[in-house]
């Protein structure tokens, strides 16, 4: 079946460290997407990428780096530069001009 | 910029009950996309109806409608006979067409349905 996978669903990270989160989509989307959960906020956009090999931040992208060395795979990395990284990350897909996303099931973050 | 606004934080129903979920948005564009998701307390991201602004008729799936009033840039969903299972954060959203599709979230409604 085709969709999106994130890996790992839980992740503790100790303060400092940097850490990548993985989002592999086997739908042939074009796009891909990665947004932050945090309570109250609701989804606050990362960064995002049309095409391989190129990619834009988002709203919040400080912090935060990406790749985009094949279409399937978007991976984030979460640098100690983040201030707040504790928190619930989505990684999305879609194909371009036709509206709507498909999600990942998410990676909980949490820095200790 | 485009702003989505959700104005209910928290709501809650009995069961079989309709209850309606309030979203406005601003934007200065003509041709967009306007969607619900449902994010239950798995967290799984799941797309409940979706809206094209060129369409005067409002989408329905199921249960679920919408009452899309375009010049009052208005987006509420509508769930009607609601069950148990309809418990969850909902999500209203925006994206414009043929741009770079990025999808702009309100903060959310967490819905109770009360057995």
């Known amino acids: 079946d085709g969709g999106i996978t994130q890996s790992p669903k839980y992740l503790f990270r100790k303060e400092g460290q940097n850490v990548t989160l993985s989002c592999e989509q086997n739908?042939?989307?074009?796009?891909m997407y990665w947004y932050r959960q945090d309570p109250g906020q609701g989804l606050r956009l990362i960064y995002y990428s049309q095409i391989v090999n190129d990619f834009q931040k988002g709203d919040i992208a400080e912090g935060y780096s990406v790749s985009r060395e094949k279409k399937e795979s978007f991976p984030l990395t979460v640098t100690s530069a983040q201030k707040n990284p504790t928190a619930f990350y989505l990684c999305?897909?879609?194909?371009?001009?036709?509206?709507?996303?498909?999600f990942g099931s998410g990676t909980r973050l949490t820095v200790v | 910029a485009q702003t989505v606004t959700q104005s209910q934080p928290e709501m809650s129903v009995q069961e079989a009950e309709t209850v309606t979920l309030s979203c406005t948005y601003d934007t200065s564009e003509n041709n967009y996309y306007l969607f619900w998701y449902k994010q239950p307390p798995s967290r799984q991201m799941i797309l409940v109806i979706r809206q094209e602004a060129y369409k005067q008729q409002n989408a329905t799936e199921n249960r679920f409608s919408v009452n899309f009033q375009k010049a009052a840039k208005s987006f509420s969903l509508k769930i009607s006979d609601s069950q148990l299972g309809d418990t969850a954060m909902y999500f209203c959203a925006f994206t414009q067409m043929n741009r770079d599709d990025k999808i702009i979230f309100g903060k959310g409604t967490r819905l109770h349905i009360l057995p």
């Open positions: 999305a897909s879609s194909i371009l001009a036709v509206g709507g996303y498909t």
């Open positions: 739908l042939n989307h074009d796009a």
